[in-house]
């Protein structure tokens, strides 16, 4: 991967509904042949550029880091597959309640993505690439930026979030790095894809930090038997995790009753959740 990429302002012609000041690499190309070359998008809080020179590395004026998985689909509806998260526009109204941080979007590897979010291959579903897709995120992503922006590198000013299959690796990512990440959203993960992550999470220590995990009581409305598998799920790692020592500091369960498998859901919980993680 490139060591010093050049960075563009979003391109905001056309039908774009992006707000704020959101940067796009050049194409950035992984060195594990397992993933694909994707651009990445990053969130500046309205902050951000107040100092003299807004790339300074100040540790009085430096930015916690949530990375989300999915990147396409957080902040422009016209790049979405089925909406958009708004995580723009929810970091800019935290941010009068002095809440802010730098988003990092990553895109998904477009046909790749089961297999960049799943930690172990599933013979029925495939996948099993998650490592590859976290050493890229902790081994070549983390250290540009923390170079090219101000950011925070503590642990506890790091953190992972996603849905779906991106929550299943935001959960496993927090584990198979704890000196790196110290805060995971975990919305309407998709266990029943890797089984394998109760055992895996059976066997960790406890690592102090901040988990958010949720889910929808309506998840998929045409399918009874996977939303009772995504709410059953999600309580059985809720108190897998609760059983490990989280207690109410560390872990915020959140059962949305109607909600469906949908980036307008995560939307709705999204503000809450990074008050939570961040807060």
Not at 211 to 226: A, I
Not at 247 to 265: Q, T
Request: a negative charge; glycine letters at 8%.
């Amino acid at each position: 991967m490139s060591a010093d990429p050049e960075w563009h302002p979003y391109d905001l012609t056309d039908d774009h509904t992006v707000v704020g000041d959101v940067l796009v690499s050049e194409e950035l190309d992984p060195d594990s042949p397992k993933l694909p070359s994707r651009r990445i998008l990053v969130y500046l809080p309205p902050s951000y550029r107040e100092g003299d020179d807004f790339n300074e590395t100040d540790g009085d004026d430096a930015y916690p880091v949530l990375y989300m998985h999915d990147g396409q689909n957080l902040f422009d509806e016209r790049t979405s597959n089925a909406g958009e998260w708004r995580v723009d526009e929810t970091m800019q109204a935290l941010a009068e309640e002095a809440l802010e941080a730098i988003v990092v979007a990553v895109p998904h590897g477009l046909d790749n993505r089961h297999n960049e979010y799943t930690p172990h291959p599933s013979e029925e579903f495939g996948g099993g690439d998650a490592d590859a897709y976290l050493d890229f995120l902790a081994s070549e992503l983390k250290p540009v930026l923390d170079d090219e922006f101000r950011t925070r590198t503590d642990r506890d000013a790091t953190g992972l979030m996603g849905s779906s299959l991106g929550g299943l690796v935001s959960l496993y990512g927090y584990f198979e790095y704890p000196e790196m990440f110290g805060f995971a959203g975990v919305m309407s993960p998709a266990f029943w894809w890797n089984r394998e992550i109760f055992d895996y999470v059976e066997s960790q220590s406890h690592v102090s930090g901040k988990l958010y995990v949720d889910v929808g009581g309506n998840e998929r409305p045409d399918d009874p038997e996977r939303t009772r598998e995504y709410v059953e799920d999600a309580e059985r790692m809720v108190e897998l995790l609760r059983s490990k020592g989280y207690d109410e500091d560390e872990l915020r369960f959140v059962v949305d009753d109607e909600a469906i498998h949908h980036e307008d859901a995560w939307a709705d919980r999204l503000p809450d959740a990074v008050r939570f993680l961040l807060g």
